[in-house]
């Protein structure tokens, strides 16, 4: 595919094809994602649709990874640009000297004299007759034409027999037009001559015109390489071999001899070979490959660790949990590459350009034609001819083609080395549009380590129950629950040494609280709304809740035959960075607000010290999709961010779900963007990178929309009454070119993109 026309032409096709439900074309990658029913048809099928269109198409190899399917993009663009090289150079020169020669033709067919320096290259020129010139310049031009703009008129033709055209039938049309008709004055110069033709020839407008496509064609290919550059970055952050533990002896192995369950040695200075669990040994792991974070985290036994990271100055072993496509290295090149094979929804208006276009274009070229023919001065059909030539070859929809897809790759590639995971184009155009963002409490403002600060007795409570027997029994039963404020509750007391008991009649009450026997004993352990539903009255402990929760503690009750104990104060540190960002985001003039199940009491502390205004909260999950929903219907675009299983469904509910990397799979799943850092500067870069994104394409889009609007009456001559000014046909082919390069130019800024430039 060459343009956005080919594209669309792709696109259409699989549309219509019976059992696709959605495709999308992206013309920078050369690959087509389609959605379809596999009762309705296949992928062999949807195959055969577009090699019906006249275009090749292949299905990717089963199990190829999205490194390999990358490396072949790369030989299969390195071996077009050693074709182009080629063809550029024999075009260039055959375009000089078919230029000088015919500068020399000119001069004998006015009476005038020889070129100063042709005299001097050639002494016996005058020698040469201007039929000879004319079969001379037939010679240069014939390698260029049936050569090196060859696949120009095979793909014209092949566009012509499935009733459709584009750039490559505007190329073809226009050379091929000044190509036939210096042919035929070539050939029958003198019968021409004779009813009062100028035997004019126009061989260095197509070897011209060819060669500076060409040359176009040659620096967009290498600049759309530089496109997937942040992907190949990752793939290169991975080492080549490993050093295993076998038989208690160090061997080293290529990496794709690496197989889970193995134990793999790392040394300081060294990059981690995949994904694993460390076993022995701590360092300092440089992250920021995936995260973004320059500073370095500290790694001991029982932590994970990403392949493709690098350690710094300790050495540990490790045993080897995912390897090959299940890596998270590889999960994220898929990711990029799936978001960048999707079309964001501003690409519909080139789309729906493109569709008319070329049909458009030809339509003005033969009516600059008949113009010129009826009401130009002698000679009006040359004048005729070259001015419809001009037009053709100046309106090639190249850059309209390029100009979407290009700052889309770039931005996600960008986005994925700085630790945020665009899913899609469509999410990468919505992000910039957000009014409010909605932060999850635990986990995403605070860093979700929650951990025991005090436990309190209730006055009055058993006076056989102290501290540690009451946060043995909250324990026991919260150690059957997932919450993080239970493991918090659980860590407390294996750090203090309490041996937990067993748990009868366990159960759990969603956004509440858990319930279970504990020797007999019926225990509650929960917030203040399951106390007063299970008819336990907490006033007791009410004025020390309330004041825990003034500092940004949450307070866990715990009732024992049902009657209030005491209570567990929790605090989860608030991240570093979360003021910071929230700090960011006003000043991009965005809302934000803290949605969280926690008390009241608790959430506005938490809020009040990061800038946060507004506070939802003492929502249960099943709930959060609804408050959502209230903002949204205030004619709000609301991003979420959230790590839960708990904020999966506000996730979802959200005009863009934003999931912190490190919470569970289904709120990864749910989201639209994934940070793989863990602070909410990922939110900033998001949205900040979406709006230069959307800046860039918005200029792209007006550069080769206004290219063409100003270019096109230009080449037909709307200035020659004026100004006597007229453009030649090899004057539009290097407009055309350099309007390709300077789009993907354009979009190549992004490469530059931090949170630091966005507000310049």
């Not at 009062?196 to 060819?210: F, L, M, N």
């Amino acid at each position: 595919m060459t343009c956005a026309a080919c594209s669309a032409r792709v696109q259409r096709t699989l549309e219509k094809t019976a059992g696709v439900s959605s495709a999308s074309v992206n013309l920078i990658t050369g690959s087509a994602t389609v959605d379809f029913d596999p009762v309705a048809t296949s992928p062999t099928r949807l195959v055969e649709a577009i090699r019906a269109t006249g275009y090749g198409a292949e299905i990717p190899r089963e199990g190829q990874s999205g490194e390999q399917l990358l490396e072949t993009q790369d030989q299969v663009r390195e071996e077009e640009i050693a074709d182009l090289r080629r063809k550029v150079a024999v075009s260039l020169v055959a375009a000089v000297l078919t230029m000088l020669f015919s500068m020399h033709l000119t001069a004998m067919v006015s009476g005038s004299t020889a070129d100063p320096l042709m005299r001097f290259m050639a002494p016996s020129i005058d020698r040469v007759s201007a039929d000879a010139w004319r079969y001379l310049l037939l010679g240069l031009t014939l390698p260029v034409v049936g050569w090196a703009g060859r696949h120009f008129y095979a793909r014209a033709w092949s566009a012509f027999r499935h009733h459709s055209a584009d750039m490559n039938t505007l190329i073809a049309i226009g050379t091929g037009a000044a190509f036939l008709f210096s042919l035929g004055v070539t050939l029958f110069d003198d019968r021409l001559s004779s009813h009062g033709i100028e035997p004019q020839v126009y061989y260095e407008a197509v070897t011209w015109i060819i060669a500076l496509v060409l040359l176009g064609n040659l620096l967009e290919t290498r600049a759309k390489g530089r496109t997937s550059g942040a992907l190949r970055r990752l793939i290169g952050l991975r080492p080549s071999t490993a050093r295993i533990l076998r038989a208690g002896a160090e061997a080293e192995i290529s990496l794709d001899q690496l197989r889970e369950g193995d134990e793999v040695v790392v040394r300081p200075g060294e990059k981690i070979p995949a994904d694993g669990v460390i076993l022995e040994g701590t360092s300092y792991v440089d992250e920021s490959m995936l995260t973004g974070e320059p500073v370095p985290v500290s790694r001991g036994p029982g932590d994970r660790v990403i392949g493709a990271t690098l350690n710094r100055n300790g050495a540990f072993h490790f045993r080897v949990a995912r390897v090959g496509q299940d890596t998270v290295l590889s999960q994220i090149i898929r990711l990029v590459q799936e978001a960048q094979g999707f079309k964001a929804p501003i690409q519909r208006i080139a789309d729906r350009i493109s569709a008319v276009f070329v049909p458009v274009v030809i339509s003005l070229a033969i009516a600059t034609f008949v113009v010129w023919f009826d009401f130009g001065p002698p000679p009006a059909y040359l004048r005729g001819l070259v001015a419809a030539v001009t037009v053709l070859i100046i309106a090639c929809p190249c850059a309209m083609g390029l100009a979407v897809p290009t700052a889309v790759m770039v931005s996600t590639g960008r986005g994925a080395e700085r630790g945020v995971l665009i899913k899609r184009g469509e999410a990468l155009e919505r992000t910039g549009r957000i009014d409010v963002v909605v932060f999850d409490k635990t986990g995403t403002i605070t860093e979700g380590r929650p951990s025991v600060r005090s436990v309190q007795l209730a006055s009055g409570s058993d006076p056989g129950l102290d501290q540690s027997g009451l946060l043995r029994l909250a324990a026991s039963v919260e150690r059957l629950s997932e919450h993080p404020l239970a493991e918090a509750i659980v860590a407390e007391a294996a750090r203090l040494g309490i041996s937990l008991e067993d748990v009868a009649e366990f159960e759990t009450l969603t956004g509440k609280g858990v319930l279970g026997v504990v020797h007999g004993r019926r225990v509650a352990v929960g917030s203040a709304a399951l106390m007063q539903e299970l008819g336990v009255n907490p006033a007791p402990l009410r004025p020390l809740a309330d004041q825990l929760e003034s500092e940004a503690q949450t307070t866990v009750y715990v009732s024992v035959d049902g009657m209030v104990a005491g209570l567990v104060a929790v605090a989860d540190p608030i991240r570093p960075t979360s003021r910071e960002a929230i700090t960011q985001l006003q000043r991009l003039g965005l809302e934000s607000a803290l949605l969280t199940g926690d008390n009241r009491r608790t959430a506005v502390a938490v809020a009040r010290a990061v800038g946060i205004d507004r506070v939802i909260a003492e929502v249960l999950p099943g709930q959060k999709a609804a408050e959502v929903r209230r903002i949204q219907e205030r004619g709000k675009a609301v991003a979420v961010v959230g790590d839960g299983l708990n904020d999966a469904p506000a996730l979802a509910q959200a005009d863009i779900g934003i999931a912190m990397g490190t919470g569970v799979d289904v709120a990864v799943e749910a989201a639209d963007i994934v940070l793989m850092r863990s602070d909410l500067l990922g939110v900033v870069d998001a949205i900040g990178l979406s709006r230069r994104t959307m800046r860039i394409i918005r200029q792209n889009l007006f550069w080769a929309f206004i290219y063409n609007v100003i270019g096109i009456p230009i080449a037909a001559g709307a200035l020659y009454p004026a100004f006597g000014l007229l453009l030649t046909p090899a004057m539009a082919a290097a407009a055309m070119a350099a309007s390709s390069v300077s789009v993907v130019s354009n979009s190549l800024r992004l490469r530059r993109y931090s949170v630091s430039t966005q507000f310049n």
